[in-house]
T-cell receptor
Framework: GAVVSQHPSWVICKSGTSVKIECRSL??????MFWYRQFPKQSLMLMATSNEGSKATYEQGVEKDKFLINHASLTLSTLTVTSAHPEDSSFYICSAEGGRGYEQYFGPGTRLTVT | DAKTTQPPSMDCAEGRAANLPCNHSTISGNEYVYWYRQIHSQGPQYIIHGLKNNETNEMASLIITEDRKSSTLILPHATLRDTAVYYC???????????FGKGTRLHILP
């Protein structure tokens, strides 16, 4: 149990376009979902926290108008990278909190490459 | 900022116990110690957590010192599949966000 999926697993997009990444909790309801970004050879950096039905809380330095987060249901959160630039190329990972143990369970990640 | 300090890397022979240390000298009384690991290009995986008592599950054991200022994660019989970056994290509990430090890169040697 407690499986989190992400779609797509990798995506390549052109500079200036927007790309949406989905995070789903498959077998439990997630009251809270988190979004992280990870650059090569670096640790995960928390971007934002989202609660179902309310606005996301962004970490300091993360542009909320650039990284749009929607948590419309207890099993789905989306991250939209708007007007993507090459420096947005990164590994994006979501986690969901819920399930039996109320631990955070992480998705497999989405690798974004902006050309 | 992360509240923990870990060695950047460690080696362990396959089949031996891997002991990964973590310092968390500023831990508060209501903060738990959590361990996660990240295998290359995958999402982090929960391993174990504890408050003050030692804990054991099917993956590992967690030893927390009496003053709670440090802990050790023990993988009893390391295999090549245990090669990963291991993160030691302190957090209040399940509602608290996870702040990752740099972790320890564990190399299992055949």
């Amino acid at each position: 149990g407690a499986v989190v999926s992400q779609h797509p697993s990798w995506v390549i997009c052109k500079s200036g376009t927007s790309v949406k990444i989905e995070c789903r909790s498959l077998d439990f309801q997630a009251t809270t979902m988190f979004w992280y970004r990870q650059f090569p050879k670096q640790s995960l950096m928390l971007m934002a926290t989202s609660n179902e039905g309310s606005k996301a809380t962004y970490e300091q330095g993360v542009e909320k108008d650039k990284f749009l987060i929607n948590h419309a249901s207890l099993t789905l959160s989306t991250l939209t990278v708007t007007s993507a630039h090459p420096e947005d190329s990164s590994f994006y990972i979501c986690s969901a909190e819920g399930g039996r143990g109320y631990e955070q369970y992480f998705g497999p990640g989405t690798r974004l490459t902006v050309t | 900022d992360a509240k923990t300090t870990q060695p950047p890397s460690m080696d362990c022979a396959e089949g031996r116990a891997a002991n990964l240390p973590c310092n968390h000298s500023t831990i508060s009384g209501n903060e738990y110690v959590y361990w996660y690991r990240q295998i290359h290009s995958q999402g982090p995986q929960y391993i174990i957590h504890g408050l003050k008592n030692n804990e054991t599950n099917e993956m590992a054991s967690l030893i927390i010192t009496e003053d709670r200022k440090s802990s050790t994660l023990i993988l009893p019989h390391a295999t090549l599949r245990d090669t990963a970056v291991y993160y030691c994290i302190v957090r209040v509990g399940r509602d608290d966000k996870i702040i990752f430090g740099k972790g320890t890169r564990l190399h299992i040697l055949p």
